[in-house]
Structures are given as structure tokens and as C-alpha cells.
């Protein structure tokens, strides 16, 4: 996106919005979006359920559940482009490149898609319980972030819990968004976060949606495999870059998710932590493979992970930033 400029420029004057707005570099659009809609998100974090948008879409989406669910593959994936495609198609049609109507929708939609306030919120929450030794509060509060059973876990595997989901989640509320955005524009995260919605309701292993499903999961571990591995890069980068790099390389192939497995064994070695280890979903005992190294997390480690994912959101800022600029 960042090399087409100049095609975008071509396209931008051909279009309605062209003589009230002139056309503007794509990577300087990108460049002054990304940390504006950062900056709402850590002002704001998100809107409340009943103004944000992917209400409206879960509940669009399983109105095309009802109308489409069957035990097989394609009905799963027919369901999920009725879902998608006519929200991406609308936001390309309304933002042209290169416009600064583009930049104003782009914040928007980007702010929209990200979710680190959030993630922060959710995560303190835990920490908070766990230093006041509540707890019950602390395994309801990990309970909002984690898909795991809650009920039974100690004090250990509740920040357990919370550093795997701050690690994951930064991948999956940040880092993913702004690759997206840098490389399609506002159309491009908005698919992200629709097919990242619709692996949350549909991607499970279960009876119901094992093969209705199947699409939804797939196509969300295609569009995170490349922001998951720079996620991963960058955890390393920031933290103790060998033991990470050996996390990562030794670790990662062995965990069932091909995209969490480098972005949590990479953060779990950049932070000196062992993560991992078997865990309670939905009534059953999972044995899961040993991530990172060191001692076990405790509530204090929830904000060192949290201190990781913001160092790696201002790295990624001032890349974006930097090299937007130098292309414009």
C-alpha cells in the first residue's frame, strides 16, 4: 500500500470527493492516523457495547448463522463472506485512497478495531485482586480475558492465565489492526477485525462448529500469521533477545495454535517467565506444551507483560511513523 501513492493519487482525482479534497499521500495518511487513533484508543478505549459497531455485526452475523448453519465447510465459508465482504466492500466504496476523507474514516476505523485500553483494563483488574488476595475477584476477572476454566485456578495459574492473554491479546487487539492498516488501508482492518470477531463466535472445536466453523478459523490464522511473527520479532527485540529467539524456535512448533504459539513462547521468553502447562477448557483437562523459561508468573508479572506490549505499540508507532513520512 505504502509503494501505490501514486496510483492512489490517479484514483483519489478521478473520484466525487477529489475537487473538495485534494489528494494526499497514502503512507502520509497512514503515518498521521496511526498514532491519532492510538491516542483515542488510550484517551477512550472502547465504546460502550451498545454504540460500538461489531454489536450490530454479531448480531448480522448470526442472523446469517440462522439462515446458512449446516455441518459443512462451505456453508461455514458462505456464511462468512454474507458476513464480511458487504461491510469491507461499503468502507472501500465510501474511502477513497488518498483522500482526506480516507484519513478521517481511517482513524475512526482504526481506533475502532484496537483494543489495548482495554486489554489494560482487563489485565489490572486481575492484578488488583490478586494483590488485595481476593481470590474470587481475580479468577472472575481473569474470566473476561481467558477462555480456560477459572473456577478451580490458585493464585499462580490465575497470573498464569493473565500473562498468556496479555501476551496473545497484544497481538490479536494491536498489532494485527496496524499491520492490516498499513497494508490495506481502512477496508483491510475492518476485514481483520470482522474475521477476527467471527473466530471468536464460530473458530471452536466443538460438535456445532467444527465444520461450520472451519473457514472462520483458517482464514483468521492466515491474516495473523504475518502480524503474529513480527509481533513475536518484537517481543523479542525488547526483551531478553536470546532466550526468546530460543523460546520461539524450540517451542512454537509444538503449540496447537500456529500463531500464538510464537507471539506467547517469544513473550514468555523475552520476560524471563514460564508459561504453558496444562489447563481446564470447558470441563476438560488439556495437557499443553511448556512456553519460556524462568520461574512462574506472579501478579506483578501482569504489569511487566503489559510494560511489553506498550513498548512494542510504540515501536511499531514510530516505524509506521517514520517510514510513512520518509515515502510521502
Not at 489485565?123 to 472472575?140: F, I, M, N, Q, S
Request: overall charge positive.
Amino acid at each position: 500500500m505504502l509503494a501505490s501513492a501514486g496510483a492512489s493519487r490517479r484514483h483519489c482525482a478521478a473520484c466525487p470527493f477529489a475537487a473538495r479534497h485534494p489528494p494526499v499521500s497514502v503512507s502520509l495518511l497512514i503515518a498521521l492516523a496511526v498514532p491519532c487513533a492510538l491516542w483515542l484508543d488510550r484517551l477512550y478505549g472502547e465504546l460502550p457495547n451498545r454504540w460500538h459497531p461489531l454489536v450490530a455485526f454479531g448480531r448480522w452475523a448470526n442472523a446469517c448463522e440462522r439462515r446458512l448453519y449446516g455441518p459443512r465447510r462451505w456453508r461455514g465459508l458462505l456464511a462468512w463472506g454474507l458476513a464480511v465482504l458487504p461491510p469491507v466492500w461499503l468502507v472501500h466504496g465510501l474511502l477513497p485512497h488518498g483522500s482526506l476523507l480516507a484519513l478521517a474514516g481511517g482513524i475512526a476505523l482504526l481506533y475502532l478495531a484496537l483494543g489495548a485500553r482495554s486489554l489494560e483494563q482487563h489485565a489490572r483488574a486481575v492484578a488488583a485482586a490478586l494483590a488485595a488476595d481476593d481470590l474470587d475477584a481475580a479468577r472472575r476477572a481473569v474470566g473476561c480475558i481467558v477462555s480456560r476454566d477459572t473456577a478451580a485456578l490458585d493464585a499462580r495459574g490465575v497470573a498464569l492465565a493473565a500473562v498468556e492473554s496479555v501476551l496473545e491479546n497484544g497481538a490479536d487487539a494491536i498489532f494485527g489492526a496496524l499491520f492490516w492498516f498499513v497494508a490495506g488501508g481502512p477496508a483491510a482492518v475492518v476485514l481483520y477485525r470482522l474475521a477476527n470477531t467471527l473466530d471468536a463466535m464460530w473458530g471452536y472445536r466443538n460438535a456445532r462448529y467444527a465444520e461450520f466453523g472451519w473457514a472462520a478459523a483458517r482464514i483468521d490464522d492466515l491474516l495473523n500469521f504475518i502480524p503474529a511473527r513480527l509481533t513475536a520479532a518484537s517481543y523479542a527485540l525488547l526483551g531478553d533477545r536470546p532466550r526468546a529467539w530460543r523460546c520461539w524456535r524450540t517451542q512454537a512448533p509444538h503449540w496447537k495454535s500456529p500463531n500464538a504459539g510464537p507471539v506467547m513462547a517469544s513473550g514468555a521468553g523475552a520476560l524471563g517467565l514460564a508459561l504453558g502447562g496444562g489447563a481446564v477448557y470447558h470441563g476438560r483437562w488439556q495437557e499443553r506444551p511448556p512456553l519460556g523459561e524462568g520461574r512462574a508468573p506472579a501478579a506483578a508479572d501482569i504489569e511487566r507483560a503489559l510494560a511489553l506490549v506498550r513498548r512494542t505499540t510504540l515501536l511499531w508507532a514510530a516505524v509506521i511513523v517514520l517510514g510513512g513520512f520518509a515515502l510521502a
